[in-house]
């Protein structure tokens, strides 16, 4: 590792408590086995404080001046982000509507001097996470728009429910909404072979024996995620500040690229990269998106 990216991620990162640099010590051990047991326990963890709190304010600040690049569109979704005109079922939980009212500052608008964009790219960082999945390691996407997002949600919009595309999710709030903006999900409840619909209808009803979790988030706190099978949402915000939150896509394959038809939903644009990717898309299940 060059100096530069070591005194980056000294500066940025609570390595004392997140000793990334140094995967093999008994400090990362520990936090990555306790990462892996409530990610296989409830496809969610939490690591406080990753980003030392001397940061937090230029953290919040650099995204807050950043969040007006969003593609902001309120767009009719459903939990599978499929086609709401289709025609399913009466009781498919698919015919649920909601308006996904946050956007995305997508990456080629967020400088690469940005903390999110230095820890995005950092190698150090992505094989932590990797480790924390217990995956043998993790990919950067090759998309150049949708590899690391600011989400923006503004006062009086949701991020309604839905599933990730992604399998795994990083996270990182870097400014609280003052009332309503809460993380909310279900935990595994589809599967990669059972999508379990009459379950989460009733969720999205309000209904049935399943309560949704509420994670309880700080800015600064880095979020993994196994969003494909746990329904998930950001409730409304309310109050005067827009929620915002850094996302980190990795992948486990090398060189994936969003559909034409999604990255336009998502940000408005297309790249040629985008078009000349168009097709070649692989799948690593048969779930609806
Ligand atoms: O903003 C968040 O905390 C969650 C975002 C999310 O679920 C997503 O981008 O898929
Ligand atoms: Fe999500």
Redesign the pocket.
Known sequence: MSTLQASTLDQVVDTHRYPLSDPGSPEARAVVARAGRELAGTGCTVLPDFVRPSLHQVLRQECAALAPRAYFDVETVNVYNTDVDADLPGHHPGRRTFERG?AFVARDRLPGDALISRLYAHEPFRRFVADCFGLPRLYELADPLSGLVL?V?RPGME?PW?F?TNEY?V?M?TQEAQEGGS?EYCPNIRSADDERFDDVRDVLDGRGARQPERLP?RPGDL?LFK?RYSL???SPVRGALA?H?A?FAYSERPGVIGSVARTRQLFGRVLPEHLAAEGRAVRGDQLLD
Do not use: E, K, P, Y
């Open positions: 946050n989400n949600v991020h839905h990730d999710t996270s709030l993380f988030l979020q969003g998930h949402r950001v929620r939150s996302i």
